[in-house]
């Protein structure tokens, strides 16, 4: 990816290949965002290989929130083992909330284990420095990582490109969403890396988009 | 032709002989007056009685019953049960102290040794995860260590906790010889 050449996107386009955007920060401690499904890791897996990068290698997986499309595999990764992260917050939400959502969506609450939890403040991964945002507002504990260095923000489902995450899953909060929009606005971003859809580059994009959801989404919210 | 019996004649027969000894029947009576000090003990541990209540009840509890030491049943029961933190083991020992107990401040010192002995432990922990994680070149102030979840922890506060109810047992056993017909 131009700009961003330690960054390996798989992005969701394909519903039988993943159901949510998982990035690759490679390097002398890879960073993996987002595993995604138990059941695609797989797939995952086999794309990294295809360009010569194997799970096992991976220093750290964090999970931007609990959901599962974008946490579950990080029972699949425990057992490689690979430590994983998640903040603090959701961590208790995914014992009592998150329950209910899986159950609604006809699942069984997986019980992974995270071996550190994440709060406000720096992340050391090897030579990347990141930034750990606390932005609730799509569940209580989700977080955006911002990378300072390339001006990125991987967001989860915070924002995407001309939306939001959804807060109608139990412990949504539509106005705790809006104000960490607005937090996150005031960062120095050249790109958005969301937990959906695609990637949004360039500053000039990036002020759209969030015009965008400040004036149509907002306002439906 | 068979006897019909009735449900009481069965239960005479098949009683028959079956008498309680003097001493099973003193012992029974024992255990019962055991049993009411123990449950006004828990009640104070668990805030619905104050001290004063609680040591009122149990001489209310003597006075009715002749030749019943309740304080002593009632020490008897919190240095076996003490629980081993927190605001109750606080309450507990409290109790003991105002029912004259003789090894109060063994028990807080043993109790105070254990606690020492799993903050050190967990700290130990805390530095073998950074250690690790630090090995994989990952550290920072977001990283929220939890010692607690560590196995090696687990083990050695299990290992902890078990000398100090150990030790505290013996006291419990200690204070029981120290108090005529407290054991039940």
Redesign the interface.
């Given at each position: 990816m131009a700009g961003l050449d330690n960054l390996m996107a798989f992005i969701w386009r394909d519903p039988r290949a993943n159901n949510c955007n998982t990035y690759l920060i490679d390097g002398r401690a890879p960073l993996l965002i987002d595993p995604g499904h138990s059941a695609f890791i797989e797939n995952i897996a086999g794309r990294m290989e295809e360009s010569g990068f194997n799970l096992p290698r991976l220093a750290l997986a964090v999970c931007t929130h609990g959901h599962p499309d974008h946490a579950e595999g990080a029972e699949v990764l425990a057992e490689i083992p690979v430590p994983v992260a998640i903040h603090e917050t959701e961590e208790p939400c995914l014992k009592d909330m998150a329950r209910l959502f899986y159950t609604s969506q006809g699942q069984t609450a997986p019980e992974p284990r995270f071996d550190f939890l994440l709060r406000e403040g720096d992340l050391m991964v090897g030579d990347n420095t990141f930034e750990v945002l606390h932005t609730p507002g799509h569940t209580p504990g989700s977080i955006c990582l911002y990378w300072p260095a390339e001006k990125a923000l991987f967001t989860g489902d915070l924002l995407f490109e001309e939306g939001v995450g959804r807060t109608d899953f139990p412990g949504g909060d539509a106005l705790a969403l809006k104000e960490s929009v607005r937090r996150v606005q005031s960062l120095d971003i050249e790109w958005i890396l969301p937990g959906h859809g695609e990637i949004i580059q360039g500053r000039e994009a990036v002020r759209e988009n969030f015009d965008f959801i400040g004036r149509f989404i907002f306002s439906t919210m | 032709m068979g006897e019909i019996k009735s449900t009481l004649e069965l239960v005479m027969e098949r009683t028959r002989g079956m008498v309680q000894s003097r001493e099973e029947r003193e012992q029974d009576i024992f255990r019962e007056r055991a049993r009411k000090a123990a449950v006004l003990a828990e009640k104070h541990l668990s805030g619905e009685t104050g001290l004063a209540a609680f040591v009122e009840r149990l001489d209310a509890l003597s006075g009715r019953e002749p030749g019943f030491d309740a304080r002593a049943a009632a020490r008897l029961h919190l240095a076996r049960t003490l629980p081993l933190d927190g605001a109750e083991g606080k309450t507990a020992l409290a109790a003991l102290a105002c029912l004259g107990s003789p090894h109060v401040r063994e028990m807080e010192e043993a109790m105070e040794k254990m606690a020492g002995e799993t903050e050190e432990a967990e700290k130990q922990a805390e530095a073998r995860?950074a250690a690790e994680?630090a090995g994989?070149?990952?550290?920072?102030?977001?990283?929220?260590?939890?010692p607690r979840t560590d196995p090696g922890y687990e083990k050695a506060r299990a290992a902890i906790r078990e000398r100090a109810r150990a030790r505290i047992a013996r006291l419990a056993e200690a204070a029981g010889q120290d108090t005529p017909r407290a054991g039940y």
């Open positions: - | 995860l994680l994989r070149g990952i550290s920072g102030s977001a990283a929220v260590l939890r």
